[in-house]
């Protein structure tokens, strides 16, 4: 069946949601702008995340130690913003580790996870100008897509490999303190990111380095050194800071009874 | 580079691209708009995307398939484990093809099997949860020592006995994440959506060098 794109006829705006779209397209701009001014030579330096350090440090212990890394890329599927992130982390780690001959080993739930994953591994491969240790198989280990089955293969995944450092990075839920705590028992460095809430204090629990929310997104544009995508974190602060205007704009009109903010915000 | 080898970098970078912004276009004018046309673009659109998902999922299922027959065939680590997977992957298939999903035969093999696995680990969860609190109580930091009397005064305010002896015990504890707890947990949903956005658009302008760097050739 061919896809036809109709002739729009008519068209009308849903109630209360021109606010969103208008912010929206802000962020868009916002993004552009920053890109832009990346182009003309403006650069912006991260404040320094010690789980972006501690991932460099862990690479570095696991050569020492002979040990591999192991990186999860969580419970998601490829619709899951979160779980892009991770996969953006992988590729990262993969290549990193190949270039130290430190094998990077990954656990994705969802069938189209591993196909992607196994993409990527190959990929990082051929960027450390390393192809030939790449096998399909040896570094995508797959134990299910169900939440506690992905735990437990996990947990026996490195009960019995005993990683050097775990990453966590990706959309998780309690199935992550069943993992953490078996890397806990092996004295792997942990470094955790989601932005699950509930997760997140499970991760806090068991790991050594925890990225918090937006920061999943922030490290994985700051892993890549790469200077657009450095430069749309500065975007991303820049909506953040309009949106503690708005709130604190709230909380002085909504205190002195006018509705005005809020009505507009329901445009 | 081959003419082949072009083409198909064209096709798994280019295409995959305007696939990207026309289906984001079309979800994001469906969410702030109302259009019989849009809304009809919509519904096909999402049909093709049950299909690519459907797809893709049987591509990961024989992308395991050939990395598992590949581990049995050489006797790697934990091959009979693998063999056992393949061979069940193949018997659910094969009893879901030929009972029916809903059918009593694939309920019942379901449900005594995986299900009830899941609700024992689910119990075991306890466990994990004692061993990480351990360490994790173990104060070493003030910040652990703020999470730690937070902690403790939740437990303590949400226990039968201080509920039943102090009226304003349940106040205090909602006051605390209905407030304080509650400020945070905005703080972090709206960051992350901001966040999410940006991925995305880093997605759509071509920068983001991960996931679609599979694609990149």
Redesign the interface.
Same mark, same amino acid.
């Given at each position: 069946m061919i896809?036809q794109?109709?002739?729009?006829?008519?068209? &009308?705006?849903?109630a209360g949601?021109?606010f969103?779209?208008a912010m929206?397209i802000l962020? *868009?701009v916002l993004?552009?702008l920053s890109?832009y001014l990346a182009k003309q030579g403006r650069t912006w330096t991260i404040r320094p995340m010690e789980a972006l350090d501690a991932i460099q440090e862990g690479i570095g212990r696991a050569a020492e130690m002979g040990r591999p890394v192991l990186m999860f890329p969580g419970i998601g599927?490829?619709?899951n913003?979160?779980?892009?992130?991770g996969?953006?982390?992988? *590729?990262?780690i993969v290549e990193r580790g190949a270039r130290v001959n430190v094998p990077v080993n990954t656990i994705p739930s969802?069938?189209?996870?591993? &196909?992607?994953s196994?993409?990527?591994v190959?990929?990082a491969y051929n960027r450390a100008g390393k192809p030939e240790l790449y096998e399909? *198989?040896k570094y995508?280990k797959?134990f299910g897509t169900?939440q506690?089955?992905y735990?437990?293969g996990g947990a026996g995944h490195i009960l019995?490999e005993k990683p050097a450092m775990i990453v966590f990075l990706g959309y998780f839920l309690?199935d992550v303190?069943?993992t *953490?705590?078996a890397g806990?028992r092996v004295g792997a460095l942990q470094i955790g990111g989601t932005?699950d809430?509930s997760a997140?204090s499970?991760m806090?629990?068991?790991c050594d380095y925890i990225v918090?929310?937006?920061?999943?997104?922030?490290v994985?544009?700051a892993i &890549?050194e790469?200077k657009?995508?450095i430069a749309?974190?500065a975007?991303?602060d820049w909506?953040?800071s309009l949106?503690i205007v708005f709130l604190v704009a709230g909380v002085i009109l909504t205190a002195a009874g006018l509705k005005s903010l809020i009505n507009f915000m329901w445009w | 580079m081959s003419t082949m080898d072009s083409i198909s970098r064209f096709v798994r970078t280019r295409i995959t691209r305007i696939v990207i912004v026309i289906t984001l276009l079309s979800a994001?004018a469906g969410? $702030? $708009?109302?259009?019989? #046309?849009?809304n009809?673009?919509n519904a #096909?659109?999402n049909l093709?995307n049950m299909n690519i998902?459907t797809f893709?999922?049987f591509?990961?299922?024989i992308?395991?398939y050939?990395?598992?027959s590949?581990?049995v065939s050489q006797r790697s680590t934990?091959w009979p484990f693998r063999l056992y997977a393949l061979v069940l992957i193949i018997v659910w298939i094969v009893m879901g093809l030929y009972s029916g999903l809903y059918s009593d035969m694939y309920q019942t093999a379901f449900l005594s099997t995986?299900i009830t696995?899941?609700i024992a680990?689910?119990g075991q969860?306890i466990f994990?949860?004692l061993?990480?609190?351990y360490?994790?109580f173990r104060v070493k930091t003030l910040r652990t020592g703020i999470l730690v009397i937070f902690a403790l005064a939740m437990v303590v305010l949400n226990s039968p006995i201080t509920l039943s002896n102090w009226s304003a015990a349940d106040q205090i504890s909602y006051w605390l994440l209905n407030n304080p707890g509650m400020g945070g @947990?905005r @703080?972090?949903? +709206? @960051?992350?959506g901001? /966040? /999410?956005?940006?991925?995305? +658009?880093?997605?759509l302008?071509g920068? #983001?060098?991960?996931?679609l760097? @599979?694609? /990149?050739g």
């Amino acid at each position: 069946m061919i896809l036809q794109i109709p002739l729009i006829e008519q068209i &009308t705006p849903r109630a209360g949601q021109m606010f969103n779209l208008a912010m929206l397209i802000l962020s *868009g701009v916002l993004v552009y702008l920053s890109y832009y001014l990346a182009k003309q030579g403006r650069t912006w330096t991260i404040r320094p995340m010690e789980a972006l350090d501690a991932i460099q440090e862990g690479i570095g212990r696991a050569a020492e130690m002979g040990r591999p890394v192991l990186m999860f890329p969580g419970i998601g599927n490829l619709q899951n913003v979160q779980t892009i992130a991770g996969l953006t982390m992988l *590729g990262e780690i993969v290549e990193r580790g190949a270039r130290v001959n430190v094998p990077v080993n990954t656990i994705p739930s969802a069938t189209e996870i591993v &196909t992607a994953s196994e993409a990527i591994v190959r990929d990082a491969y051929n960027r450390a100008g390393k192809p030939e240790l790449y096998e399909i *198989g040896k570094y995508v280990k797959w134990f299910g897509t169900d939440q506690f089955v992905y735990a437990v293969g996990g947990a026996g995944h490195i009960l019995v490999e005993k990683p050097a450092m775990i990453v966590f990075l990706g959309y998780f839920l309690a199935d992550v303190l069943v993992t *953490g705590e078996a890397g806990s028992r092996v004295g792997a460095l942990q470094i955790g990111g989601t932005a699950d809430q509930s997760a997140l204090s499970l991760m806090a629990m068991c790991c050594d380095y925890i990225v918090m929310g937006e920061e999943i997104y922030a490290v994985t544009a700051a892993i &890549t050194e790469d200077k657009y995508q450095i430069a749309t974190i500065a975007s991303q602060d820049w909506f953040k800071s309009l949106l503690i205007v708005f709130l604190v704009a709230g909380v002085i009109l909504t205190a002195a009874g006018l509705k005005s903010l809020i009505n507009f915000m329901w445009w | 580079m081959s003419t082949m080898d072009s083409i198909s970098r064209f096709v798994r970078t280019r295409i995959t691209r305007i696939v990207i912004v026309i289906t984001l276009l079309s979800a994001v004018a469906g969410y $702030f $708009f109302s259009s019989p #046309e849009i809304n009809n673009l919509n519904a #096909e659109l999402n049909l093709w995307n049950m299909n690519i998902i459907t797809f893709t999922l049987f591509i990961g299922l024989i992308t395991i398939y050939f990395s598992y027959s590949k581990s049995v065939s050489q006797r790697s680590t934990n091959w009979p484990f693998r063999l056992y997977a393949l061979v069940l992957i193949i018997v659910w298939i094969v009893m879901g093809l030929y009972s029916g999903l809903y059918s009593d035969m694939y309920q019942t093999a379901f449900l005594s099997t995986k299900i009830t696995l899941h609700i024992a680990i689910l119990g075991q969860l306890i466990f994990f949860y004692l061993s990480a609190m351990y360490r994790t109580f173990r104060v070493k930091t003030l910040r652990t020592g703020i999470l730690v009397i937070f902690a403790l005064a939740m437990v303590v305010l949400n226990s039968p006995i201080t509920l039943s002896n102090w009226s304003a015990a349940d106040q205090i504890s909602y006051w605390l994440l209905n407030n304080p707890g509650m400020g945070g @947990a905005r @703080a972090v949903v +709206l @960051a992350s959506g901001v /966040g /999410g956005v940006v991925l995305a +658009l880093r997605i759509l302008m071509g920068l #983001e060098k991960g996931a679609l760097r @599979a694609t /990149g050739g």
